[in-house]
């Protein structure tokens, strides 16, 4: 095979900045003069040990050791022959090679015949949307909001209905059977090779550098036998462990952003709704799960060696969306940078807000982000009755171990407390357990107790009256809800609502709030009484005493004030507990970043409403 003339091996080299290719798939930032560093791509670090000078062109880590010119980086990276990233990188530079005895430039084999047949099979696809077999991939891509310049901006395209249109195109490109079953373009079957996409919308999946290395193809016809959504197989350049859909496109601005932020989305159309909605930093997996060698890639893009980042997970409010993100959840110690949930109230995918309610609601989406953590002690305390003691210390001993792998100190406290709220439990009961789940201690089970004879059912003791403790939290919600059960027909509907959004922090009240806020028309008579029928064991004779007691007024028209105080005294309560917690979020948040923005926003809002009703 002729060589490559050394006098063009080192002009290549001089017309290449070794920060320009290595940045693509690291975020570098100064580290003095004339270096650059970031998260090195040959082990996982959390802190970046990988220098650059591009002065010298060279890198090193301290890390692990790997050191080279830009020709080692991209055989290491690619894993491809010396030639073949001279080469590479000598068509990027726009220059001609010379071989040595005036050879010609050799057959390009191995990994780069693979990324040639995946570059013609996405410039095939594209060719194809516009053929008049197409109509339905149009007509599904214009019923997603995509027109022809957002799929040129994708690369999306269409694969023809029979079995070897496209292979008979790419063959005649030069392309054998061997190489294009080995990209994963073609399928061996009884009766031979034949295009492995057909009759679908494909979208091109380029790695971080942009390079075509496999599609995604959605199916369009009813008589279509396979899966609604096909993927390329695992290839020597396609790896579904470590891709990204639409990081190529991302990358830019996840590093440049501040803070540096990248929303993980679930599928193809999402992402294209998010970028065209401006969210230009969303990405997605190729069908598997978010997992630690997507960590991986993306830490190294983020270059997240602090706190600052953060990567937002956007999941259908379903069953299977809120598995998927306990499965990221799973994988948040592996992030420096803070992670959250952004979950559409209305479970609406990304793409279908944007249909629905357009880009704003898509950005705002990114506003409604909850913490991880805050989002894995709500799903695990939802398996739990927490209007019992035994579903409060149950919920407790479940959760606890969430809050203990919080690894930011000054955090942890915060979530202890948020525990605390959500179980209405004492902020010191909560802290000893989270401590003992840090530790990995464990606790004995508490023994039900036993009735007389011994068969295994609880013994139940009713809540009376007499039972609550003689605090102001307890006695204005006990006096609330009394006037709620004995005026809520007269009470404004409105401010009633407001008032019994937020759970009470007594849990005998709060069974007794949650079944009057969960009942329907409070205008209509005997409403009050099958509210309090609602209210279950053993909380129910408390609702009944509840709505019997004489309430301490000297007329009707005196109680119905009483209860409008009372009902405004619980709104005014949530509304200093939620300026409470966001001047806290203030001081963690920089002022002039979009989040501290926002949080300033929403204490402006929170001061008008507080002087709302505090006026009232």
Not at 47 to 58: D, I, T
Not at 138 to 145: A, I, K, N, S, T
Not at 395 to 404: S, T
Not at 444 to 465: C, H, K, N, W, Y
């Amino acid at each position: 095979m002729p060589r490559i003339l050394q006098a063009d091996v080192e002009e290549v080299k001089t017309r290449t900045n070794i920060a320009d290719i290595v940045g693509e798939r690291v975020a570098l930032k100064s580290a003095g003069v004339g270096s650059l560093k970031g998260l090195c791509p040959f082990h996982d670090e959390k802190s970046p040990s990988f220098h650059v000078r591009p002065q010298v062109g060279y890198y090193h880590c301290f890390g692990c050791g790997a050191s080279g010119d830009v020709y080692s980086f991209l055989r290491e990276m690619d894993h491809v022959s010396f030639t073949e990233a001279v080469e590479k990188l000598a068509a990027r530079a726009g220059y001609s090679l010379h071989y040595e005895d005036g050879g010609a430039a050799p057959e390009t084999s191995g990994r780069s015949r693979l990324y040639a047949a995946n570059t013609a099979a996405g410039e095939y696809f594209r060719s194809q949307l516009l053929s008049p077999e197409a109509e339905s991939a149009r007509r599904f891509l214009g019923e997603r909001g995509f027109d022809a310049g957002a799929a040129a901006h994708f690369g999306v395209g269409y694969a023809p209905r029979g079995w070897d249109n496209m292979l008979k195109a790419l063959s005649a490109k030069g392309f054998t059977r061997d190489e294009l079953t080995a990209a994963g373009l073609v399928s061996a079957g009884q009766r031979g090779v034949y295009d492995r996409f057909r009759g679908r919308v494909v979208w091109p999946i380029r790695d971080v550098t942009g390079q075509t290395i496999g599609f995604g193809a959605r199916k369009l016809y009813d008589d279509d036998q396979g899966p609604k959504y096909l993927n390329t197989p695992e290839t020597p350049i396609y790896k579904k462990a470590q891709v990204l859909y639409g990081l190529d496109l991302a990358k830019r601005d996840i590093s440049r952003g501040d803070p540096r932020r990248v929303v993980v989305v679930e599928g193809y159309t999402d992402v294209m709704a998010c970028h065209l909605a401006g969210v230009t930093t969303a990405i997605a997996t190729c069908g598997t799960a978010f997992g630690t060698e997507h960590i991986k890639v993306l830490r190294r893009v983020m270059g997240d060696d602090s706190a600052a980042g953060e990567v937002v997970f956007t999941f259908d409010g379903d069953e299977a969306g809120q598995k998927a993100a306990l499965r990221a959840f799973s994988e948040d110690s592996r992030f420096t940078a803070q992670t959250f949930v952004a979950v559409a109230p209305d479970g609406l995918d990304p793409c279908d807000m944007r249909l629905q309610r357009g880009d704003a609601a898509v950005r705002g989406l990114m506003d409604a982000k909850v913490p991880m953590f805050e989002f894995a002690i709500d799903r695990k305390l939802s398996g739990y009755d927490l209007s019992t003691v035994e579903g409060q210390v149950g919920a407790l001993r479940a959760a606890a171990p969430i809050v203990a792998e919080i690894r930011d100190e000054l955090l942890r406290p915060g979530y202890e407390r948020v525990l605390a709220r959500r179980l209405g439990m004492d902020p010191t009961a909560v802290h000893q357990q989270v401590q003992r789940a840090a530790r990995g201690e464990r606790e004995q089970p508490v023994q039900r107790q036993q009735t007389p004879a011994g068969d295994g059912v609880e013994a139940i003791s009713r809540v009376r009256l007499a039972d609550l403790p003689r605090t102001p939290e307890v006695a204005l919600e006990r006096d609330a809800l009394m006037g709620v059960l004995q005026y809520g027909h007269r009470l404004d509907q409105q401010t009633l609502a407001r008032a019994l959004s937020e759970p009470f922090r007594h849990p005998a009240l709060e069974a007794v709030r949650d079944a009057v806020a969960s009942h329907g028309d409070r205008t209509r008579v005997g409403w009050a009484t099958a509210a309090a029928d609602a209210v279950r064991e053993p909380y129910r004779s408390l609702a009944g005493e509840l709505l019997m007691m004489p309430f301490p007024a000297r007329d009707d028209e005196g109680a119905l004030a009483s209860s409008s105080d009372l009902c405004r005294r619980l709104i005014l309560r949530s509304i200093e507990r939620e300026k409470q917690e966001l001047l806290g979020a203030v001081q963690r948040v920089p002022a002039d970043s979009d989040g501290g923005r926002a949080l300033r926003m929403r204490l402006r809002d929170v001061d008008v409403e507080r002087l709302r009703f505090a006026e009232s």
